[in-house]
């Protein structure tokens, strides 16, 4: 249906378009509403998919037709800057092992791509569309999806067709392990993703992805991890980096070094580490992932010392099948509050223009006139209630068509 469309009975919009919004760094002396940019009793008018209009109800003008939300709160849906939705298999049983005990090193993955590798294109759509879906449901309106399940140059390729099907934000990661057939020739593998491999599917994909983690031996070091973001900047894409996951390591340095988008994870960092993501903020974000640390049972990350240095943080799912099978952002917004103690209105920024600054983007993630009109709407009064309510489905994408 085409005209315009007045979302109204807004009991409280959370803009994100404040201060908060728009550095990592705001005022702190000024109020928390503010900084959110809360309006009251509020009304959105849009118009062809974007935000045409936002205020008071009360001084709100005319649309085609009306969509009342009977006094819930309405926030920028979320987005979700960092998962693994292209999978098939079940890794439950490791989920289990290791909640028993057994540490978590990466050699999982290989269990994902042998079963991704051996579903058919139909199977793997589906339980893409199935997962995407879910997001939706929760919330979530801009999802950044990664190949890494498939890890040959026809596996890799088919994983970002399909994730080209449901986002704009996809990225190749060739370099997510080490295949287990090219394990005894790791340079091979290495030429093979910086090369064909890449060759191919950089047309398929917005960015490169490399899992730099030099305490798993199945992922890759500082020095390899270069050479496959070098590959894929002279490729034309733009750079992400799984770093200083499992342990201290250079993922965050490297990061901020070439200039990367974002560096996940950033659970172990030491003081350089914090020194350099703060000088880079306005290039690169820190994207914390908090249901890792949950589903793996590892320490959290320091979110308040980030805050504090003033580092750009995003809070993302990292849905995955090994260490953190759920896409829910009001979870991970939930853990970031609970565990990380960062405040309600800090982890709704990070899920949201958060994410987008993660992405390098400036159309999603809050609600301004000219933003496209992504909604989240709560079945709640404000948006504490994502945290103050764990679990609850109380948050869904709002459908404005
Ligand atoms: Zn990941």
Not at 230 to 235: E, I
Not at 299 to 319: F, M, N, Q
Request: charged share 20%; proline share 5%; hydrophobic share 45%.
């Amino acid at each position: 249906m085409s005209g315009t469309v007045l979302v109204t009975g807004i009991g409280e919009l959370v803009t994100c378009a404040g201060p908060d919004g728009g550095a990592p760094v705001a005022d702190r002396s000024l109020p928390a509403d503010q900084r959110l940019g809360v309006v009251r009793d509020a009304a959105v008018v849009v118009a062809d998919g974007l935000v045409a209009w936002v205020g008071p109800a009360s001084q709100a003008p005319a649309a085609d037709r009306a969509l009342d939300v009977g006094g819930r709160a309405v926030v920028p849906g979320f987005v979700d800057s960092h998962s693994h939705l292209v999978f098939a298999g079940d890794r439950s049983a490791e989920f289990a092992a290791r909640m028993a005990g057994t540490p978590y090193d990466g050699g999982g993955i290989g269990v994902s791509v042998t079963a991704t590798r051996a579903a058919g294109d139909d199977e793997l759509r589906a339980l893409l569309a199935a997962r995407v879906a879910e997001a939706r449901a929760l919330g979530t309106t801009t999802l950044e999806v990664k190949s890494g399940y498939g890890l040959t140059v026809e596996d890799e390729l088919r994983s970002l067709r399909l994730a080209r099907e449901v986002t704009d934000e996809t990225t190749f990661l060739g370099a997510h392990v080490v295949p287990p057939e090219a394990r005894a020739d790791r340079d091979g593998y290495l030429d093979l993703v910086t090369g064909r491999m890449l060759a191919a599917c950089a047309p398929l994909a917005r960015w490169v992805d490399v899992f730099c983690e030099p305490n798993s031996p199945h992922a890759f070091t500082g020095e390899e991890a270069r050479r496959v973001l070098l590959a894929g900047r002279d490729a034309g894409l733009g750079l992400r980096v799984h770093g200083n996951q499992l342990g201290p390591g250079p993922g965050a340095r490297l990061a901020v070094d070439l200039g990367a988008a974002s560096v996940d994870h950033c659970t172990f960092l030491d003081d350089a580490d914090v020194d350099d993501l703060a000088g880079a903020a306005d290039t690169t974000v820190a994207t914390l992932l908090p249901g890792v640390e949950f589903s793996t049972r590892m320490p959290y990350p320091d979110a308040r010392r980030l805050v504090d240095a003033g580092v750009s943080l995003a809070l993302a799912s990292d849905c995955n099948p090994g260490t953190c099978n759920t896409a829910s952002m009001p979870f991970v917004i939930a853990l970031a509050v609970r565990e990380l103690r960062m405040t309600a209105a800090e982890a709704l920024v990070a899920a949201t223009v958060g994410g987008a600054r993660a992405l390098r983007r400036e159309d999603v993630g809050r609600v301004a006139v000219g933003s496209r009109a992504d909604l989240a709407v709560l079945d709640a009064p404000g948006h504490e209630h994502l945290a103050y309510r764990p679990g609850m489905p109380i948050a869904r994408a709002l459908e404005v068509s």
